[in-house]
């Protein structure tokens, strides 16, 4: 069986565990096999719907106490779950929690593993599957040598699949052991689209000349519902908050959309978005790097152009 | 406090990537090497700072590596921490690398063990999960902000759309990104001293790879960039609608 772990934030399933779910759903209809969700905590989703998702069935762990991340209980109930319905292969969504959760429960179930995986499985010979490396800049092809495979597929890589399915739930029941951490403090930031989840994202660069510019870009973000980022020297310089700095030493992303605004694209930045579907660039200069890994490029100043593409988005969805 | 960083040597951050071998092999040829950005700026230099408040606190470095690997070693001894264990083995497979690791953390005590966040070169944010699950301790990750009373950590944490507190118990492992700590060079000083500071080199335990890696494969190449008339973003509009697909 394919079992694939459901995420949650704020007791609603992530976007990307949707997508974890279509992969495994793919994986197992390769393998022959079934699939099923497993979900921690309690979620205001409806969990039957998962099955559009491909799940045939969902297996619950209703407890609020698993709200939160702690890795060493999630990882010890998720492996627990996974010997208890003989699952050959654990999927997880390759993001915050994911990344946390899925080495530890590949040790506990003696699994090999391949996280930040960007392609299905080849099964033809073996177990085979694609991740990507150096930060976007290739793919490795690993093969999996253990009977069990943990694997955490990149967010916004494989999408939501679309199924005729109704998942049946089935709550179960796994002794919880005691919290290894106490949550003290939590500092949500209010009202935006967190960046790892967004599919469309509008970033500056210090072509913008100070913070005091950045309501053309908030604008623009606005008009198309994306998320907003920086590079590295303008959330250095505070003109933005650090949690918005994408790149080498940022984070990491890879929307469908990203629209780069007065960055010149040093390699450490393209290493954060280079694996983002489509690039616009906005440049005035017609030698910045970043052209060379643009879909879309618009030579020429910044506060003109931006205003003039939100404005002719907000004309297109008048339209639409 | 015993405090163990783990330290992993990979390519710069501006190094080509290429392979050879008939793509099975990343190419070395005149691949300046690093010690790999989250490893040293965050968790070394955090680890270095905890012990700037308390003297009594040891600091010890551990790689998984062949010798090529030393004088990465030697760098983040110039920076600080007091020796360095350098298990000798080359591996690319997580779950390998973490019992290596382990073997060490399980004979040595340690109260906190610091990993970077990932790698820059296999991206696999895996050893300090594993090492957690191995060791059966808590594991904190992508934390950006560490203090410890010697029982007790305060760790915040990078969550989805947010950061978050919390407390843990020592021992504990933790992974360090961006905001732990502030980034240093070595000095002169730290520099001689790291040449006559113990670098052991041990055998690796007995363990199975559970990985190998088939080929290596280099994106195609794009297929170049379209320009759009700065004057005319209802066309730049229409190619994302409709060439691009992607609003």
């Not at chain 1, 905590?41 to 799940?55: E, W």
Request: contains cysteine; hydrophobic residues 45%; aromatic residues 6%.
């Amino acid at each position: 069986m394919v079992l694939v772990y459901i995420d949650q934030a704020d007791q609603q399933i992530k976007k990307s565990s949707l997508e974890a779910m279509s992969y495994g759903a793919a994986i197992a209809k390769k393998l022959g096999c079934d699939v099923a969700a497993l979900v921690l905590g309690t979620v205001q989703d409806n969990l039957a719907d998962l099955g559009k998702n491909g799940a045939q069935k969902v297996y619950h762990l209703k407890n609020e106490s698993l709200n939160t991340l702690d890795v060493k209980l999630h990882s010890t109930l998720i492996a627990t779950a996974a010997k208890n319905v003989n699952a050959n292969v654990v999927v997880f969504a390759h993001n915050i929690n994911g990344k946390a959760i899925a080495p530890a429960v590949a040790i506990k179930l003696e699994a090999g593993l391949v996280t930040g995986a960007s392609s299905l499985p080849n099964t033809e010979n073996g177990f085979v599957v694609t991740k990507t490396v150096f930060s976007g800049k290739a793919f490795a092809s690993i093969q999996i040598e253990t009977p069990i495979k943990v694997i955490a597929i990149n967010q916004n890589s494989f999408g939501v699949v679309a199924y005729e399915n109704t998942a049946t739930v089935e709550e179960i029941n796994i002794p919880i052991p005691a919290a290894s951490i106490k949550i003290t403090k939590l500092e949500k930031v209010e009202g935006e689209i967190p960046l790892t989840e967004a599919s469309l994202v509008v970033s500056g660069g210090r072509g913008l000349k100070g913070p005091e510019h950045w309501s053309i870009l908030l604008d623009l973000a606005k008009s198309l519902g994306a998320a907003t980022a920086c590079s590295r020297p303008v959330s250095d310089s505070d003109w933005r908050p650090h949690h918005e700095h994408v790149g080498q030493t940022g984070i990491q992303i890879a929307p469908n959309l990203y629209i780069a605004i007065g960055i010149s694209g040093a390699i450490q930045h393209l290493a954060g978005v280079n694996r983002s579907k489509t690039i616009v660039v906005i440049n005035k200069d017609p030698e910045a790097p970043f052209f060379k890994a643009a879909d879309y490029g618009v030579i020429g100043d910044a506060f003109e152009i931006v205003p003039a593409l939100s404005a002719a988005i907000l004309k297109m969805k008048s339209t639409a | 406090m015993k405090i163990l960083v783990c330290i992993s040597k990979t390519p710069d951050t501006t190094a080509k990537i290429a392979f050879t071998e008939g793509n099975t092999k990343f190419d070395e040829n005149g691949v300046q090497w690093i010690i790999n950005p989250y490893d040293e700026w965050y968790a070394l230099v955090r680890a270095i700072e905890l012990k700037e408040k308390d003297p009594n606190a040891i600091i010890h470095l551990v790689t998984v590596g062949s010798a090529d690997a030393e004088p990465i070693i030697r760098k983040a001894l110039a920076l600080g921490g007091d020796e360095a264990i350098r298990i000798d083995s080359n591996s690319n497979d997580s779950f390998y690398i973490a019992k290596q690791i382990a073997a060490i953390a399980k004979e040595g005590g340690y109260e906190l063990i610091f990993t970077g966040k990932e790698t820059i070169d296999y991206n696999s944010s895996s050893i300090g999960s594993m090492l957690s699950a191995l060791l059966d301790i808590p594991f904190v990750s992508l934390a950006n902000k560490f203090d410890c009373d010697g029982t007790t950590a305060t760790v915040r944490r990078e969550i989805e759309g947010g950061e978050e507190t919390c407390e843990v118990n020592l021992p504990v492992v933790i992974s360090c990104q961006k905001g732990m700590a502030e980034q240093r060079i070595p000095n002169m000083r730290g520099i001689m001293a790291a040449r006559t500071k113990p670098l052991k080199v041990v055998s690796p335990v007995e363990a199975t790879a559970t990985t190998s890696i088939k080929k290596f494969d280099t994106p195609p190449a794009k297929s170049g960039v379209k320009l759009v008339d700065p004057a005319n973003m209802d066309e730049l509009v229409r190619l994302l609608k409709e060439e691009a697909k992607v609003i």
